[in-house]
């Protein structure tokens, strides 16, 4: 039952999920027992164990959009992390169940999806090297990447040393 959950509710339960918490990982996941991928191992139909809980922070934790029985939340997350489980143990704080419905990764390391994300028209690699020209390497201890001119002027071609 979800009639009775008031938005002071869900805010009261969302500051348990701030900060260093514990989280246990989803059991449909990509995280690997023998090498291989839990979900993968699902998909076959092999049993799989849930993994243990492991430490995970939420640097913020925000609600958005209240309209029962629908919500809306703004994550900020170290690595590691499933908003999956989040919601799930959200709803069971609540003595109710919850899942995700949609989830809109909008940050990934440097990369933002505002500043980031092209549209199809701007698949060019002139696009590309201009939304990257910030990042100084891709991966930490990765090389840089440098813009080099071509034989086509307006063109441009990116080298990774």
């Not at 709803?91 to 995700?100: I, R, V, W, Y």
């Amino acid at each position: 039952p979800t009639d009775q959950i008031t938005k002071g509710d869900l805010e009261n339960v969302l500051r348990k999920f701030t900060g260093d918490i514990m989280q246990v990982p989803p059991l449909y996941s990509a995280l690997k027992k023998d090498g291989e991928r839990l979900s993968t191992l699902m998909k076959r139909g092999e049993a799989v164990e849930a993994k243990p809980a492991r430490p995970v922070r939420v640097y913020s934790l925000s609600l958005q959009q209240f309209q029962p029985p629908l919500f809306t939340l703004d994550v900020e997350c170290g690595g590691g992390f499933y908003v999956r489980s989040l919601v799930s143990d959200i709803g069971k704080e609540l003595s109710t169940c919850a899942m995700m419905q949609e989830l809109t990764r909008t940050k990934q390391g440097p990369f933002t999806l505002e500043e980031h994300a092209l549209y199809e028209d701007k698949w060019t690699i002139d696009e590309i090297a201009r939304s990257l020209e910030h990042c100084t390497s891709l991966l930490p201890g990765e090389p840089s990447h440098k813009k080099l001119k071509t034989e086509h002027p307006g063109e441009t071609a990116v080298s990774c040393e």
